[in-house]
């Protein structure tokens, strides 16, 4: 409603979709948390499906960047995304399946921490093909959510499981650094890598500084907000000819977050993050479930990623909430059994 008040609406249809984008992840999110009962078998679909996410995004990554499909040619002349590359073989930044590299590293890191705990036969093919394209993705912003996740995986870990979870974790790091080193693909990963020491003088970097410094003083000014923005929707400069957007939705979570809900929404908005992952952080009776502790990292780390990408809306936000629904319906389901078994001594 807000919305409609504040922005000049001339497409009531989309403000339809806006509004499905941001309610379609919490929805997803609560409908796996209202079904707990069902948390046993809702694990392991979770992990079947994200197991062949990998094995066949990485595969067709791996030949997008090496092929450059006429379809894929096509996209990117059309749209005009000169951010993913250019259009011909060794040229793409892996986009994969999904419209843009950041869109598929997000979606596709949650998988990629999932191989950690699977028991799938062809388990390191596709850790193989998924790590790959990750990389060739050249996406900094699931990189670092990546790293954030393990950290947060191996150190919730106890005993023995921890043990395991290092083991693993370094078995996938010898996976990972011969494929850096192979040709064609190290030039584009480790020249990736590298901008990691010159900030100052990346494009990006700089743009995203802009960005804040243009658009956070209206930001804080913001109580009520702006109403629910999507990508490509923020508020223009004022007494700006070109009616540029202050900033990008995609590129700056925080700010599309205080800018749609206002002070007063994001407060509330946050308090009821907050509340969730306290509760899904109550290890003591649940903690040997592997895929409860993994679901919480991935869930928490996606969070993390709204200091430099959006976290609100569609395909950003289904890892936040569906992977915070699912361990909510866990510790739920953990609780109940707790509860009986102690009734029943």
């Known amino acids: 409603m807000i919305g409609l008040i504040q922005q000049p609406t001339i497409d009531y249809a989309r403000e339809i979709i806006v509004l499905l984008s941001w309610l379609s992840p919490i929805c997803f999110g609560f409908h796996l948390f209202v079904n707990w009962r069902d948390y046993p078998s809702y694990c392991q679909n979770i992990q079947r499906t994200f197991f062949w996410i990998v094995l066949v995004t990485g595969v067709y990554g791996i030949i997008q960047f090496l092929v450059a499909p006429a379809w894929d040619q096509f996209y990117l002349n059309q749209n005009d995304l000169l951010f993913l590359g250019k259009p011909t073989p060794l040229g793409i930044r892996v986009f994969s399946t999904m419209g843009q590299s950041v869109t598929f590293g997000a979606n596709l890191m949650p998988g990629l921490l999932l191989l950690l705990i699977s028991k799938e036969k062809w388990r390191f093919t596709a850790a193989g093909c998924g790590y790959l394209v990750f990389l060739l993705s050249q996406a900094r912003t699931p990189w670092y959510t990546f790293i954030l996740a393990v950290l947060f995986f191996v150190f919730s870990l106890k005993g023995s499981h921890q043990i395991r979870a290092i083991i693993t974790v370094t078995l996938v790091a010898l996976l990972i650094i011969p494929l850096t080193t192979i040709e064609p693909f190290s030039e584009k990963i480790i020249a990736r890598i590298e901008t990691f020491d010159n900030l100052e ?145």
């Open 201 to 345: 003088n990346d494009g990006s970097y700089q743009t995203r500084t802009k960005q804040f410094e243009n658009s956070i003083n209206y930001a804080l000014s913001q109580s009520i907000g702006y109403g629910l923005i999507s990508p490509g929707q923020a508020p223009t400069q004022e007494n700006a000819a070109s009616k540029k957007n202050l900033f990008s939705v995609n590129d700056n979570g925080y700010l599309a977050l205080f800018v749609s809900l206002g002070w007063f929404g994001t407060i509330i908005y946050l308090v009821g993050l907050i509340s969730l992952f306290l509760k899904v952080f109550q290890v003591s009776i649940h903690f040997n479930d592997t895929f409860l502790v993994c679901a919480r990292a991935i869930a928490l780390a996606s969070l993390l990623r709204l200091f430099t990408a959006n976290v609100t809306t569609g395909p950003y936000a289904m890892p936040i909430w569906g992977f915070l629904g699912i361990a909510i319906a866990g510790y739920k389901y953990y609780l109940t059994q707790y509860i009986s078994a102690n009734r029943g001594s």
